[in-house]
């Protein structure tokens, strides 16, 4: 099993930054790594970005591409979302996940383990 806790959610206003952390503990020796997805109000969870606990490739969807950024830290089994020049559709439930085995996915349902989410509203 693995528990993942987000933190770092909040208010901005369009252009902002806000930083996102996902701290992983449990059996997260047979996971590829950590995922960030959100799922904004009637809307169905999306796929964000991606990133391996080993290598240095990240994966992002093309919406965020340029503006987020993700990293880890293997000593603190965390992984960041760094979110610049935040527009008011990235409003949405940010969620972390992760998944056993090695390949990594952009499909929600591929994904074993989740937080509990945590909530960015960006004002306009």
């Known amino acids: 099993q693995v528990q993942l806790v987000e933190s770092g959610g909040g208010l901005v206003q369009a252009g902002g930054s806000l930083r996102l952390s996902c701290a992983a503990s449990?059996?997260?020796?047979?996971?590829?790594?950590l995922g960030w997805f959100r799922q904004a109000p009637g809307k169905e969870r999306e796929f964000v970005s991606r990133?391996?606990?080993?290598?240095?490739?990240?994966y992002y969807a093309d919406s965020v591409k340029g503006r987020f950024t993700i990293s880890r830290d293997n000593a603190k089994n965390t992984v960041y979302l760094q979110m610049n020049s935040l527009k008011s559709e990235d409003t949405a439930i940010y969620y972390c996940a992760s998944k056993r085995g090695a390949a990594g996915s952009t499909v929600p349902g591929n994904w074993d383990y989740w937080g509990q989410g945590t909530q960015v509203t960006v004002s306009s």
């Open positions: 990133i391996r606990w080993s290598g240095t490739n990240t």
């Open positions: 449990g059996r997260t020796d047979n996971t590829y790594g």
